[in-house]
C-alpha cells in the first residue's frame, strides 16, 4: 500500500505513522513553573541528538505546561522510565489542571536537581538536568509554523542509581527501560547482543 500523509488516506483503523517510528524511549520530563508549582509529563517524542556536548530533546504536541514552564525557567530533567515504574509514569500523563502536581498524582517522589532548578523522579534509576539551548516551534514545508514545539537541552549533570551499575557500565538490563511503540502499544528490552561497527572489527 501506499498513501499521502497530505490526504491520510490510509484506510486503516488508526494512523500507522507512530507504530512505524517505534520503539521510541520515553522521555518522563520534570519541570517546575516560575511559581514553584511542579510538572511531570511523559513525551515519547524524546531522543538523544548529540554527544559534545551531551544533548537531548523532546518535543510537545500543542502547548503543554512542560512547554511553558521551560520558557519560563529555562530548566528540565529527564527520567529514566524503568518497567516497575510504568503505571506511575501513565498516571502522570493524565490531563489535569497546570495546579496538579503530577508527581503527588502518581506517587512519586519529587527530587531536587543538583545544578538547575527542576525536579526528577526520586524512584528512577536514571536522570538528566538539562538547560534549555534551544525551542523552536517546528515549520512545516511551506515554513508555516505547526503546533509541534521541540525543546533542546544540554544534559549539565547524569544521576544512577549504584544498583545499576555493573562492571564499569550503566546496566540497561537490570534498569528494564520500557518504550513506546504505535497506538497503545508498549514494550520491554529483549535480550541484548552486540554489533560491531566494521570499523572496530579485528
Known sequence: MFYDTETNAHGMAHDPFKAIVAPRPIGWIGTKGRDGIRNLSPYSFFNAVGDRPKMIMFSSSGRKDSLRNVE??????????????MDRMNESSAAVAYETDEFELAGLTPAPGHIVDAPFVGEAVAALECRVTKVLTLPDMDGNDTDSHAVFGQVVGIHIAEEVIRNGRFDLAAADPIMRLGYMDYAGMGPIFELKRPSQRT
Open 72 to 85: 519560563e525557567t529555562g530548566v528540565f530533567t529527564a527520567s529514566f522510565v524503568s518497567r516497575t515504574l
